[in-house]
């Protein structure tokens, strides 16, 4: 199956905070951050998208956006860090996939994230974090993860508005994401 | 069913001596092998194929294999395994797409953020009309689409994508997953972890 | 409960070992996979189903050992020049002992060798069905594979190997 390679401008995105990160504390001290790039079924070779947003071009997008789309741009706003992962599982053994994502999980409730949202349902497991200090939720990581399919790792770091979050994935544009990934191919017949 | 070939029995050999042929064909090739030499030979052949890989024996693992598999396993018993620790590759080309990027920005007069000799903060607020429109749209793009995702994978999660997604979140966090369960249209039994409370279905 | 941990060690050990043993026919490969599977089981017991689990042994074993033949292959090939064949068709990498030089020259040394440079599905499913005796439908939960095809490629198999042997014995009578 060739899926069409996504991956968003990786370097045009990480210079400025890169190097703004030299003064501005490390996105990873962020009580909010996950380290996605260290789930090994995301590695690098395997990953068909990528979005690595900081800080300061976080606020160059709220700056833009503050008059066409205010919800956005104020949901943006305070971000520290707005990453996502998505890697191919085709061929990987999924015994090795679920410990991963087993792993994961363990490491943010060590951590003191809070699991929202834990489902299995064949061969797709959903894992759903939040990250809560003093009643203000400071971190979201969401695993989502297809059997022979792909895995979906999300991590927004910052104070989230999720009030806002939710209005905002109500209207979003699915479109956008369907144009974005190529559609999945039909589930190769099961065995009898 | 016409007398078959010797390329035709070959190929039914195997088959035919586990005895999963219908009876038509076996019985063809029955006729076949009666008749032919070669073939009957290559039936013998075929035979002590299967005879012989049964008669091989199942074998233990030695028992120092064994030793050393409980060994590890008392060993980790108290150590959890760590995280694979690994250094973002893309941090070393980052700071080379940095260093390119600087020079970039300040030989077009730009460089809202940067300065040759040291990083500078940025300004109290970002300086919008300096930035390179692009990379901006692009981060929009990006950023559009890492809460489109959001939404996807908490729709496929069961979670409604309702105006009050974000109370119902908020609410789970601070008051355990019982209240959870209050948006969640059915359940959705998950194997516990180590240490992970059971979901309340109260 | 380390002892559920040895219960399952001491039922599935032999089934993981044989299948290891017989598709690399080299012991001490066989030694290393096999401890790395009955590790990975450790580390991965509260995720796996009780019911599943003699199918997931199976199917961690031949994947490991497909890795290693891949690995063996791709080490040989640094040393010489060999066209591109499906990866489990590589030279037989046993190690000589008493028994083997008796066997070598028997019919049950040919066809272990010609079992070694059997490729895959073959392999297994011949390992699996004949070898270990287990039932169709065990080896098509294992290989996840079609009942179907299990047989037919059991089937083929063992024409292979037959054809195999006849070459061997005919290139001995020539």
Known sequence: MQRRILIIALLLSIPVPALAADEEPSPKDHPGYFPLEEIGILDEEQLTLEVNLHAPMLKLVAAATRKADPDFSQLVEGLRSVRVRIASLEGLDPVRVRSDVTRAGRWLRERGWQTIVRTRDGGEQIHIYLREIDGDIVGLTILAVEDGGEATAINIAGPIDLTRLGSLARKLDIPLLEEAVPKKPTESEKEP | MPPLDCQQVLEHLEAYVDGDLDETRAAAVAAHLEGCAECHADRSLAEDVRRELRALPALDAPPAVLREVFRQVGEERFRPPPFRARRPAWTALARSAVAASVLAAVVAGGGIFLSLDRATVEPAGPDLAQADPEEVARATEEARLAFAYVAKVSRQAGLEVREDLGESLAAASTSGLTRALLFLPQPAPARPEDGEPERDRS | ?174
Not at chain 3, 2 to 12: M, Q, T
Not at chain 3, 77 to 97: H, I, L, M, N, Y
Not at chain 3, 138 to 159: C, F, Q, W, Y
Request: hydrophobic share 35%.
């Open chain 3, 1 to 174: 409960m380390v002892s559920g941990f040895e219960a399952a060690v001491e039922d599935h050990q032999r089934r993981i070992y044989t299948f290891a043993r017989y598709y690399l026919g080299n012991q001490e490969e066989a030694d290393d996979i096999t401890q790395e599977v009955l590790l990975r089981l450790w580390r991965n017991r509260n995720e796996l189903d009780d019911e599943y689990l003699g199918a997931w042994l199976l199917r961690v074993t031949r994947n490991a050992c497909y890795d290693l033949l891949r690995r063996r292959r791709s080490a040989a090939k640094v040393f010489s020049a060999e066209s591109e064949d499906e990866v489990a068709e590589t030279e037989p990498a046993r190690q000589p002992g008493p028994q083997d030089r008796a066997e070598a020259s028997s019919f049950r040394g040919h066809l272990r060798d010609a079992l070694e440079e059997l490729g895959e599905p073959y392999r297994s499913v011949i390992i699996l069905r004949e070898i270990q005796g287990l039932k169709y439908q065990e080896i098509s939960d294992a290989l996840e594979m079609p009942l179907t095809s299990v047989r037919v490629n059991l089937h083929r198999g063992r024409k292979k190997l037959r054809e195999r042997l006849r070459e061997v014995y005919d290139h001995a009578a020539a």
